[in-house]
T-cell receptor
């Protein structure tokens, strides 16, 4: 059981380039999300999805795009990378479709992105 | 507004010492969930505990214990007889009914010296 798999683990981009961070889970979780982790700021929610075809914005969505065509995959796209997007990105999922708040998120191992 | 404050940025202890990591939260919701996650040097986030707002019973799991006090809006985490393997960044987080996001504190880096 792989859990939540993120690729790539490391990426260096130049300003203006685009790229996609991949996230896949094999737990049949309906809820998936992307967070970014910056020094001294904890983790902040970028986008989330409660099922295939359904996505919504989190706290810091600007500059990012997501789609959810299958239950398993939730890619995060950077349309035109900026140095401010240098961060560590975490994908997380849970089986909770309702917003009760109770369910525990399972996190991927993270993707470290540097934008020059 | 929701907020989680972990005032201790970094703590350094010597192995076998007890250490408490503080977490103070703010929310106007009456139903909410509090979490602790551990982030070891390898970088992944590991779930440690979840506590709901209606359960103020303290919890002990091996060397780990958690003290939840609604009166002071605190959810502190104590490691007894710390070990080098406990060295990590520890995050406290809050999630309320109806909100999709976990609100994280800024984390406390714990260094356990041998």
């Amino acid at each position: 059981n792989a859990g939540v798999t993120q690729t790539p683990k490391f990426q260096v981009l130049k300003t203006g380039q685009s790229m996609t961070l991949q996230c896949a889970q094999d737990m049949n979780h309906e809820y998936m999300s992307w967070y970014r982790q910056d020094p001294g700021m904890g983790l902040r929610l970028i986008h989330y999805s409660v099922g295939a075809g359904i996505t919504d914005q989190g706290e810091v969505p600007n500059g990012y795009n997501v789609s959810r065509s299958t239950t398993e995959d939730f890619p995060l796209r950077l349309l035109s990378a900026a140095p401010s997007q240098t961060s560590v990105y975490f994908c997380a999922s849970s089986w909770d479709r309702e917003s009760s708040g109770a369910n525990v998120l399972t996190f991927g191992a993270g993707s470290r992105l540097t934008v020059l | 507004a929701q907020k989680v404050t972990q005032a201790q940025t970094e703590i350094s202890v010597v192995e076998k010492e007890d250490v408490t990591l503080d977490c103070v939260y703010e929310t106007r919701d009456t139903t909410y969930y509090l979490f602790w996650y551990k982030q070891p040097p390898s970088g992944e986030l590991v779930f440690l505990i979840r506590r709901n707002s209606f359960d103020e019973q303290n919890e002990i799991s091996g060397r780990y214990s958690w003290n939840f006090q609604k009166s002071t809006s605190s959810f502190n985490f104590t490691i007894t007889a710390s070990q080098v393997v406990d060295s990590a960044v520890y995050f406290c987080a809050l999630r309320t009914t109806g909100r999709r996001a976990l609100t994280f504190g800024s984390g406390t880096r714990l260094q356990v010296q041998p």
